[in-house]
């Protein structure tokens, strides 16, 4: 627990904690203090390269209130996928949804969601990549990322986007804006598991309104 952030920053994650006992928990970051990382998350990186920096930064243009949550560390580390992942709640059936916004990258300008995460080798990950223009589903075994199923459209570089995924069982939806885009089938991760976000290699991205809820 980072209990240097400070009063409002603890008030902020007993009261997350509080919603996710009832299977469902909401982080908009505001209760946490600029330039630091945010309470209630830890971090770590599938991959090569640096570890990532992720700290709270100000954004007046933010869904959610002015405070994102950004991936800062521009490490060009071509398999390299820093990950902020909520200590609670663990959850199997869910609906987990992120307002995101890829700022910049020359390598990607990637934001996902990662669910059902075991370990930073181990969990399920939605992501849309603005230099690529689609949104593709992943598991990743033992480090190794493998896509399950994408879907080509625009991601656009600056502005804020909603990515959602939806899994029951073996059955995983991604979301795109609010429209279904991905619907598969896929057993790797059969168990409860932590949720959280994702960049990759020199990724600078703001993530805000992060909200999970057990199905």
Not at 94 to 117: H, I, M, N, T, W
Not at 179 to 193: E, Q, S, Y
Request: hydrophobic letters at 40%; one cysteine or more.
């Amino acid at each position: 627990m980072n209990v240097w952030l400070g009063v409002g920053a603890a008030m902020c994650m007993v009261a997350a904690v509080a919603v996710a006992q009832g299977g469902g928990a909401t982080w908009d970051f505001q209760g946490d203090a600029v330039n630091g990382p945010p309470a209630g998350f830890s971090f770590g990186r599938t991959g090569q390269g640096r570890e990532g920096k992720w700290v709270v930064l100000t954004d007046p243009s933010a869904p959610s209130g002015d405070h994102v949550l950004a991936q800062t560390d521009t490490d060009d580390t071509d398999y390299r996928f820093p990950v902020a992942v909520a200590n609670t709640p663990e959850v199997k059936d869910l609906r987990l949804e992120v307002r995101c916004k890829p700022v910049s990258g020359k390598v990607d300008q990637a934001c996902g969601v990662v669910f059902r995460f075991k370990d930073p080798g181990n969990y399920y990950v939605a992501r849309a990549n603005a230099l690529e223009d689609n949104v593709n589903l992943y598991h990743v075994v033992d480090g190794k990322r493998r896509q399950i199923k994408g879907w080509k459209g625009k991601v656009t570089k600056n502005e804020w986007h909603s990515l959602a995924v939806e899994a029951r069982g073996d059955h995983l939806q991604v979301f795109w804006e609010g429209k279904p885009i991905v619907d598969a089938k896929d057993d790797t991760f059969r168990d409860a598991g932590k949720v959280g976000l994702w960049t990759k290699a020199d990724s600078v991205t703001y993530f805000d309104a992060l909200t999970v809820k057990q199905l």
